[in-house]
């Protein structure tokens, strides 16, 4: 006996990928000041979140913590301090894992404002619906110790043919 799933599976997929599009653009109007409206980017993660990278792995229990400054928001003012201008999603592969969960990997390319890479890193993300929307409940830097000028190099040629925008800062 077969069961069929609650909902589409490519319902799903196009609701989390305009989600990352939302996501992307909030994210840089958020550092290049075109908003300042910290509290945006809690519709895309839920708390408690997690954040695991090469070097830390941390816990951001309630809203506060995702948008202070050990946070999201700590984030946003050290790329403001770096020149950055804006991103694009170079990869965005969803997998459904149930109707309430998706894992996401993605590659994130960000630019400064002359429009040269400033890094390509790759994400992948735990995404559960919470209250009828999808939301970031965990994320892992799955970038592999590869240092940031190798990562650069890899991307900054393959992904100029497939790269999709996600926003022009500008």
Same mark, same amino acid.
């Given at each position: 006996?077969?069961?069929?799933?609650?909902?589409?599976?490519?319902?799903?997929?196009?609701?989390?990928?305009?989600? #990352?599009?939302?996501?992307?653009?909030?994210?840089?109007?958020?550092?290049?000041?075109?908003?300042?409206?910290?509290?945006?980017?809690?519709?895309?993660?839920?708390?408690?979140?997690?954040?695991?990278?090469?070097? #830390?792995?941390?816990?951001?229990?309630?809203?506060?913590?995702?948008? @202070?400054?050990?946070?999201?928001?700590?984030?946003?003012?050290?790329?403001?301090?770096?020149?950055?201008?804006?991103?694009?999603?170079?990869?965005?592969?969803?997998?459904?894992?149930?109707?309430?969960?998706?894992?996401?990997?993605?590659?994130?390319?960000?630019?400064?404002?002359?429009?040269?890479?400033?890094?390509? #890193?790759?994400?992948?993300?735990?995404?559960?619906?919470?209250? @009828?929307?999808?939301?970031?409940?965990?994320?892992?830097?799955?970038?592999?110790?590869?240092?940031?000028?190798?990562?650069?190099?890899?991307?900054?040629?393959?992904?100029?043919?497939?790269?999709?925008?996600?926003?022009?800062?500008?």
């Amino acid at each position: 006996m077969k069961i069929e799933p609650l909902t589409d599976d490519s319902k799903i997929v196009s609701e989390i990928r305009e989600m #990352f599009g939302r996501y992307g653009s909030t994210f840089v109007d958020l550092v290049t000041g075109k908003r300042t409206d910290m509290d945006a980017l809690l519709n895309f993660y839920s708390a408690p979140l997690r954040f695991i990278g090469p070097t #830390f792995h941390m816990v951001m229990k309630d809203d506060a913590a995702i948008i @202070g400054a050990k946070g999201m928001g700590g984030e946003i003012d050290r790329l403001r301090k770096a020149n950055f201008a804006g991103s694009t999603l170079g990869a965005c592969d969803v997998a459904v894992l149930n109707d309430q969960a998706a894992l996401v990997e993605a590659v994130w390319l960000r630019r400064d404002s002359g429009g040269a890479l400033m890094e390509a #890193f790759a994400v992948t993300y735990l995404l559960a619906l919470t209250a @009828g929307e999808w939301r970031v409940t965990s994320a892992v830097n799955t970038s592999k110790r590869r240092s940031a000028e190798d990562r650069n190099k890899k991307y900054s040629t393959l992904m100029r043919t497939t790269e999709v925008p996600v926003l022009n800062a500008k």
